[in-house]
Each structure stands twice: as C-alpha cells, then as structure tokens.
C-alpha cells in the first residue's frame, strides 16, 4: 500500500520509524525489535539508510520482512549526497525488485571531505528526478523542517525549497522532530499560505533518557520549551521516572496534535518496542486498537 493511500483514509494513526544495524552480529537483535514493532499494527513503518549506502542490504531486508510478514506497509529511506549515480540507481532497482513500494528521497549527512566537486547529487530533488527517471513508480516521500533546515539561513528560504521539491512530485513530506507543537502549527500556516498542500505527517521524538536531549538538539536544532527543561531536571537521574515522563510527553503531544486536525503522527522509535507499546497503549482508545 502507497503512504498517500494510508492518508487518505483519515483515520487516527501512528507510525514508526526504525533503523537497521550496521553489521551482520546486530542483525538478530534489531530484526527481532523491529518485529515487536512491527506486531503492534502502525499504520506503516519506514527504515532507514545508511551514508553511502552503508547498511541498504538490511535497509531492505528489513523493509520488505516487515511488509511481508506483518502486512505493515514499509517505506525504504534512500540518500544520495555521497552516492555515484550507479549506487543509487541499482538501490532504485532493487527497491523496485522488493516489492517496496514507497521511498523516503532525502539528501543525507554530507561526510568530511565530500566537497561539492565530488558529488553527483546535492539534494534530496536531485534524488527525485532521478527516481522519476527510472520510471520505478515509487510513492516518493522526503523531509520537512519545521523550526527549517540547520544549513538553510532563513525560514523563507527553506519553505521555497521545500515548494520546489512539492512540485517536483514529492507526495508527502514527513517533519523533523519538535518538541513545541505550536511551532509545527505555525509551521503549517506558513506552507500553506505559500501553496504547499501535500500532506505533512509531524515527527514525534519521545526523549527517554537525558543524555537523548543534547544529542536531540544537536541533530535537528530543535527548540526545547522550558517544560520539557523542568522534565528532565527533575526526572532525568531516575531512568524509570525519565521514562515514564518521556513516553508521556510525547503521548501528550500526539493528543494534541490529533485533536487540532492532523491524523497522522510519525514516531522516531529508536528501535525501542517498548517505547512503541507505551505510546501505541497510551492512544488506544483514540486509534482504536486495544493493547
């Protein structure tokens, strides 16, 4: 099933986001997380890719078992900023021989040393073109930036670009964490005063741990509101407490978010299922499915 088939259906729902191993020792431990993920019933789930390439094999393979066995529509991430375009267009066919019918088109971190000279792509409409050429047929997704793009120098920039990949034929863009809802309501407004109207599905990072904010913040340059600050003030020397306090959190932003007319809610799971169970039981009434 396409992402925009699974939007379209309106109904209240949350997916996961999880990442593969990067060798073949972890592969049992992860597949076997993603699994329990995978069992709960998301509406869809999207795995990531590693810079290069690095770890597409279990991008795959962990993509496809997760549509195959647990019926759970899956989306492979594809980057491109350090990839030649013979790497890119075998994942392309190989995606396509998977039976994957959706791709996350992003540009990647750009390694050390990998100047502009050296690239063959330098962003994710670079990545689309090159999808749309294959004639692959993919439900291609790619990223949004609500608080905007770290690199980018102003809010009105990035939502040009973020315009310019709408109209290459991007069918859903799925946001960056935040840790303030009102910034992605604010968010909203902006792209659609500007013509943006693909569907934006909010990426909801529930911080379990303390050491997981400033790592947070300097991933994504997300504002931390002075709420979330006493959160971990208060909670972060007790794990368990931390926990609690973290999944609750980000329960509550769902909430929010559901009841101010958005539908679907992307979690960034960190392979936790835990995690995924305690978010999925707290919104059971609310989705519908009893945990």
């Not at 502009?116 to 990223?143: P, Q, T, W």
């Not at 931390?242 to 979690?267: C, E």
Request: proline content about 5%; charged content about 20%; aromatic content about 10%.
């Amino acid at each position: 099933m396409k992402i925009t088939d699974v939007i379209a259906k309106k109904e209240y729902s949350v997916s996961f986001e999880v990442f593969p191993p990067k060798t073949d020792t972890a592969f049992e431990s992860v597949e076997h997380a993603v699994e329990e993920i995978a069992s709960l019933g998301p509406s869809f789930m999207s795995v990531t890719y590693g810079a290069g390439g690095g770890t597409s094999k279990y991008t795959l393979n962990i993509a496809k078992n997760i549509m195959d066995k647990y019926s759970v529509p899956s989306i492979a991430h594809l980057t491109c900023v350090s990839s030649s375009r013979e790497t890119v267009r075998d994942m392309i066919g190989k995606i396509q021989s998977a039976g994957i019918e959706n791709v996350l088109a992003l540009r990647g971190d750009i390694p050390e040393g990998c100047t502009d000279d050296k690239r063959y792509y330098n962003h994710a409409i670079d990545l689309m073109r090159e999808i749309k050429d294959s004639g692959a047929g993919f439900c291609v997704g790619g990223a949004c930036y609500p608080e905007k793009h770290p690199e980018c120098p102003s809010k009105k920039e990035d939502i040009i670009h973020l315009k310019e990949k709408a109209d290459a034929g991007f069918k859903f863009f799925t946001s960056q964490m935040f840790f303030d809802n009102n910034l992605f309501y604010n968010f909203m407004y902006r792209i659609r005063e500007q013509g943006i109207t693909v569907p934006i599905i909010p990426g909801i990072m529930p911080i379990t741990k303390a050491n997981q904010v400033a790592r947070a913040i300097s991933l994504s340059g997300s504002f931390v509101p002075q709420r979330f600050i006493n959160l971990v003030d208060k909670f972060g020397d007790n794990p368990d407490a931390m926990m609690q306090a973290g999944i609750a959190y980000a329960t509550d932003q769902i909430i929010d978010l559901f009841a101010n007319g958005i539908t679907h809610v992307h979690v960034y799971s960190m392979n936790s299922p835990g995690v995924a169970r305690a978010i999925m039981k707290n919104l059971s009434e609310i989705i519908g499915k009893r945990y």
